[in-house]
């Protein structure tokens, strides 16, 4: 019997890592932690990082393989860095997912802040027919939880900081395009 990981699962592992980074957010925010639940509040304490480091190196693989097998990100993947203006506030935005993966892989530390950061909403773009945002246009104030990884190549030393939120809508984003592509044309 062989195991061929399935995009279903990296949309599964998706969901519970952003499950496990919203736990994270909530328990850094004073009015939204689970300190009146001290044995859960203890667990997200020493346990969610931990965690939420594991379904991300495995997501990653995963989606690594069926990169080489399919050829999901060549086909997909956007490979660029989009940087938004909003009224004089820049965001810029993580486009390269391969990078990301091969950065979560290699990586010899890794660990999760928590920050305050402006968001910009823009109108959708032309693939998201029927799937737009609720949110109107404009600038937002949100806390994301951003992954730091560090790792050696070739001697160097190499550190690079991503949104979390925005690795797993771009890794969603090409799972709805390929599973929109297997569908056929709609009428």
Request: charged share 30%.
């Amino acid at each position: 019997m062989s195991f061929i990981p399935s995009i279903a699962t990296v949309t599964d592992q998706c969901l519970m890592i952003f499950s496990l980074s919203d736990m994270l957010i909530r328990q850094r925010r004073s009015e939204d932690s689970f300190r009146q639940f001290q044995y859960v509040a203890d667990v997200i304490d020493n346990r969610a990082s931990v965690l939420l480091a594991e379904y991300m190196l495995e997501m990653a693989a995963k989606l690594r393989f069926l990169d080489d097998r399919e050829e999901l990100l060549k086909r997909y993947e956007r490979h660029q860095v989009r940087v938004k203006n909003y009224q004089g506030v820049e965001e810029i935005s993580l486009r390269d997912i391969r990078w990301a993966l091969n950065k979560l892989i290699h990586q010899s530390r890794i660990s999760f802040s928590v920050k305050k950061q402006d968001t910009i909403v823009l109108p959708s773009p032309p693939e998201s027919k029927g799937r737009e945002l609720d949110k109107p246009v404009g600038l937002y104030k949100d806390k994301v939880v951003m992954v730091l990884v560090e790792g050696r190549h070739n001697g160097r030393a190499w550190k690079h900081e991503f949104s979390l939120a925005q690795l797993l809508n771009e890794i969603l984003r090409i799972v709805f395009l390929k599973n929109l592509d297997e569908s056929g044309p709609h009428s």
